[in-house]
């Protein structure tokens, strides 16, 4: 932490306070009928988000995945955009008719949320191979659990990217589940990180609840694929809060590891930290704290205010 500006790490802080937030939020609204659709939280995995999202700008890209609320705000997204496609409203990323899992915004170069597990990773090598082409330093990163993990697109990713030494950062978000299938059973390799080795590149394992550590790791691959040195893997070892989607009770974790893990909740493990070595006071915290809630709930009231989109555009925006 030391080597860290303040500046750097309030901004970690506010960018998980800020999804958790807009999480908690969306599970209550959800929970009162007011939003429709799928919702799969990010609650307890914001470090991830929120330290790799921190190492980049703009102009670098990310995929996402099923669970994206929270890489859509730490890369930039507008609230209120999102908050309304939650809430199925016209003014909401895909006018309304997209929903938690298909939040888009090419201007600051998140190339999109995705319901097909694994997908967003050969779309992040397709990226990066047009950055290399293209000259830039700019670089890709994609998100994905470690169930997408053992899809083909994994592999097929890691191999093109190593193989084509393309700019890109795999950033596995290892949450100890797919649905409800944990690690273990899903994967003989001990760590996700080791499968690196298998394509010849960088792997490694860091403490995904906690967002420093995940940004000098993430900072490490960054600028190692800005120089022209090719793709690495990171795996963040964390944990859902949740069920894997909003209306899973999760009978499958055990209570003395959900225990374990909400005590080691990357929030409040965070605010100890900032604390304890004077980087802020509770006062600084709280304001942050109350900050976020302010824009949350300006975004719910803007999702509310908003119109349905008209019948009559259901059929707009479609390939076929
Ligand atoms: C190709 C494909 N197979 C199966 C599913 C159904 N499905 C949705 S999420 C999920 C589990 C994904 O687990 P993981 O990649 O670890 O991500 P997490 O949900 O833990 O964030 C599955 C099997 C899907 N959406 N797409």
Same mark, same amino acid.
């Given at each position: 932490m030391s080597d860290c500006s303040k500046e750097v790490l309030l901004g970690l802080y506010r960018t998980m306070v800020r999804i958790r937030t807009f999480e908690e939020t969306a599970a209550r609204l959800f929970q009162d009928g007011k939003l429709a659709g799928f919702l799969h939280l990010y609650s307890g995995e914001e470090a991830v988000a929120a330290g790799v999202c921190a190492?980049?700008?703009?102009e670098d890209c990310v995929t996402s995945t099923h669970r994206g609320h929270g890489h859509c705000i730490a890369k930039g997204a507008d609230i209120n955009r999102m908050m309304a496609e939650l809430y199925g409203?016209?003014?909401?990323?895909?006018?309304?008719?997209?929903?938690?899992?298909h939040i888009a915004d090419i201007s600051k170069g998140i190339i999109g949320a995705n319901?097909?597990?694994? #997908?967003g990773i050969p779309i992040a090598v397709g990226v990066a191979f047009a950055q290399k082409y293209r000259g830039e330093q700019n670089v890709t990163v994609t998100f994905f659990g470690d169930g997408a993990s053992n899809r083909g697109t994994f592999h097929e990713g890691l191999n093109m990217a190593a193989a084509q030494n393309l700019p890109v950062i795999f950033v596995c978000e290892?949450?100890?589940?797919?649905m409800s299938t944990p690690f273990a059973v899903h994967s003989k390799?001990?760590?996700?990180?080791?499968? #690196?080795a298998a394509y010849d590149i960088p792997g490694v394992r860091v403490d995904g609840n906690d967002p420093v550590a995940v940004m000098e790791a993430a900072e490490e691959a960054v600028k190692r694929a800005r120089a022209g040195e090719g793709p690495s893997l990171i795996e963040c070892v964390t944990w859902r809060h949740?069920?894997?989607?909003?209306?899973?009770? #999760?009978?499958?974790?055990?209570l003395e590891d959900d225990k374990k893990w909400r005590e080691n909740d990357p929030i409040p493990r965070f605010e100890k930290k900032l604390t304890a070595e004077g980087i802020a006071s509770a006062d600084e915290l709280d304001a942050i704290k109350a900050e976020a809630e302010n824009e949350i709930q300006a975004a719910v009231r803007f999702a509310e205010d908003s119109p349905f989109p008209e019948v009559d555009v259901m059929f707009e925006d479609l390939y076929v």
């Open positions: 190492c980049l700008g703009d409203r016209k003014t909401g990323y895909c006018k309304g008719k997209g929903g938690s899992m319901g097909i597990v694994g #997908a290892n949450n100890h589940f797919g390799n001990k760590t996700i990180a080791q499968r #690196a949740y069920g894997h989607f909003i209306g899973d009770p #999760a009978p499958y974790k055990k």
